[in-house]
């Protein structure tokens, strides 16, 4: 994480430090970045780069940070409403939430392709730390479909829960990455909820 020394700094030179990063790495990816053209672009000294980060990789998961709060926040809606959703509904909004994410930051979905396919290494301190959070979210929407009685009965929640999670993380990335269309993305998605019922859902 940053060195307090950067978050000295005022907001406008952080956010400039942290979009010239993310537009080096989206461009070169983690492997060919350079951290002079970096401090370059944001109009520092290469020697400061050194008081806020420990190294190319630091910067690069302080990105993914920011990345993985704002979409967090994108749910901040759907946490407030699910309780008075169904399943069915409650994925939808669920994948609905996350696709439009990827519109409106279609940067951050590159870097996290350069992340995912390039750096298997870094996959197993980013699920640690990350993957509690998007098992939290799904977990809530499973247990809420258990007080509405529409689970099946003696369905192993927990595993049911990290299935699903896997199953959702592939078909988005797939889906943003492919550049489909709106009726081909809501036809994947409608599949797909129909598959996830027909495992967890009662008959």
Same mark, same amino acid.
Request: net charge neutral.
């Given at each position: 994480? +940053? ?6 700094? &005022? ?12 537009? #080096?790495?989206?461009?070169?990816? *983690? ?17 400061? *780069?050194?008081?806020?980060? #420990? ?8 990105? @993914?940070? @920011? ?9 901040? +809606? ?16 669920? *994948? /609905? @939430? ?21 750096? +298997? ?10 993957? +509690? ?10 247990? /809420? ?9 003696? @369905? ?14 592939? &078909? ?18 409608? #599949? ?12």
């Amino acid at each position: 994480m +940053p060195k307090q020394t950067f978050y000295n700094l &005022t907001l406008d030179k952080r956010t400039k430090i942290e979009q010239a990063a993310l537009d #080096e790495f989206v461009e070169y990816g *983690f492997d060919n970045s350079n951290i002079s053209r970096i401090v370059a672009q944001s109009k520092i000294a290469k020697g400061s *780069f050194y008081q806020y980060f #420990e190294d190319k990789k630091d910067l690069y998961f302080h990105l @993914i940070d @920011i990345i993985v709060t704002q979409k967090m926040q994108a749910f901040t +809606p759907f946490f407030k409403t699910y309780q008075d959703h169904t399943f069915s509904e409650n994925f939808r909004d669920v *994948f /609905q @939430i996350g696709l439009d994410f990827a519109d409106t930051h279609p940067k951050y979905y590159l870097l996290g392709e350069d992340f995912t396919k390039k750096h +298997p290494a870094f996959i197993r301190e980013f699920v640690a730390k990350y993957q +509690p959070l998007a098992v939290d979210l799904y977990m809530q929407v499973i247990k /809420q479909a258990d007080l509405n009685n529409e689970l099946r009965e003696r @369905i192993d929640i927990p595993n049911t829960v990290l299935f699903i999670n896997t199953l959702i993380n592939n &078909t988005m990335i797939d889906l943003i990455m492919d550049n489909r269309s709106k009726k081909q993305r809501d036809q994947v998605i409608s #599949e797909l909820i129909i598959f996830i019922e027909s495992a967890v859902k009662r008959a």
